[in-house]
DNA sequence: GAGTCTTGGTGACTATGTCACCAAACATTC
DNA sequence: GAATGTTTGGTGACATAGTCACCAAGACTC
């Protein structure tokens, strides 16, 4: 085994797998990378894989019709894109688009090798049912935001989240208010008023927290 | 095999299954009522089986900490709860509540059965991942409504859908707003609207539509 | 028939989304 | 480095949706 193959143990959840498991996995995947940028998967792009990722992030995001755009969740290194597997195996076109986020090294698990690990091994499938659940969840969170929490909160929360590690946060008005699922304009008026308060900075393509504990502090209504 | 023992059948997806797969399956679930209103799962309540609807209609919603609610899918015979499935092998707590919008028999499979069904059986697995498959969709579709669609499209389309079988759509404003996750003076003076148009009458408790060609019209706007 | 709960109505207000623009910053090209 | 196009952000006017604080009529209970 050599250190390519060794990325089983990058995934808490599949070092657990016995080892002819472990085997399989590993000759019958395949590493493939993406560029930034790039469509993994989409509308009428059916994956044929499941990816494992071991490098970079995916965002999955949804188009509606009405043109509007809105992030659903993203994958990361270590997480593997279990909703595209579930919709493979189904009828319906996968309506979200997956891209990267940044460069990414994924490991591709055909679905035939995907079905058979799910029947022959339990901690694969633990993996696979928590992997579901997280997304899930996640999902519901969305619903939750979208639907009942004030947009200068969410933004907010955004801005702390993608401000972490980082003292400016890169990103444009219009990235912003697809995180969101709202209007360019919502952002760019809430983002204004942020500043006026004096808790951000803004420059073009980029926003500079100030005030972190001011904005936590809105994140905080209802969360 | 009795008849209570053929509910299998009822279910497309299992009727492929082999028979000794199908007398594990009957042998180790057991048959449940629950009366209507009756809270089937919700947080803090993990289910420890899961059902296979045999019949009647459980409602899923899930509210907010704003004390807000959101109807997010529903489970109709010939369906099962795959989510709360998902969402008991894993660590989280469900943040979704399971009601029986009439009275329910369902099967209960426990976890443990589940897990053995999905090890040995590919059409079990078929089945189970084609019903994640679609609950996903339908909250990628809950997603796009709520961000992104007009209230009064998507009141129009609820109404459409409730009187696809009967005249008389018997619920409240209160109801509706739950369906669409907004508030209920919006559902009042949308309803209003269509009153003054023509489209529907009213009387407390019910919406009569009239003119359900108009709504239809409305409906399809964006759909 | 007096209370009480459910259901729905209403005005005033705030928040969010839409539309049609404009203008500055930046990149590209000649 | 001037001309040009693209990206990014700003703005006013307006439309839609959500909030709050009420009120009132119907229905149900005692």
Redesign the interface.
């Known amino acids: 085994m050599s250190n390519i193959s060794a990325w089983i143990e990058r995934f808490p959840g599949l070092s657990r797998l016995d080892q002819p498991t472990k085997e399989l996995l590993l000759n019958q995947s395949q590493i493939v990378n993406f560029a930034k940028g790039a469509t993994i998967f989409g509308p009428g792009n059916s994956p044929e894989n499941m990816l494992f990722l071991l490098d970079g992030t995916v965002r999955v995001q949804?188009t509606?019709?009405?043109g509007?755009e809105?992030v659903?969740y993203r994958i990361e290194a270590g997480q593997s894109c279990v909703?595209t597997?579930?919709?493979l195996?189904?009828?319906?076109d996968y309506?979200?688009t997956g891209i990267a986020e940044t460069a990414v090294d994924a490991a591709a698990v055909p679905r035939a090798v995907f079905?058979t690990l799910?029947?022959?091994s339990?901690p694969f499938?633990?993996f696979v049912?928590?992997a579901?659940?997280?997304?899930?969840?996640d999902?519901?969170l969305?619903?939750?935001e979208?639907?009942?929490?004030r947009l200068d909160v969410r933004l907010a929360d955004k801005l702390i989240k993608l401000s972490s590690n980082t003292d400016r946060v890169a990103t444009t008005h219009q990235k912003l208010s697809i995180e969101l699922?709202t209007a360019r304009e919502v952002i760019s008026r809430q983002l204004q008023e942020f500043q006026r308060r004096g808790w951000i900075e803004q420059a073009r393509g980029s926003v500079t927290p100030i005030d972190k504990s001011q904005l936590q502090k809105l994140a905080n209504h209802?969360?």
Chains 1, 2 share one sequence.
């Open positions: 949804q509606s019709d009405t509007h809105i659903l909703l597997t579930a919709c195996l189904s009828y319906d309506s979200a079905d799910v029947a022959q339990k499938r633990d049912f928590a579901f659940s997280k997304r899930i969840t999902l519901f969305v619903i939750d979208v639907a009942f929490q699922g209802n969360t």
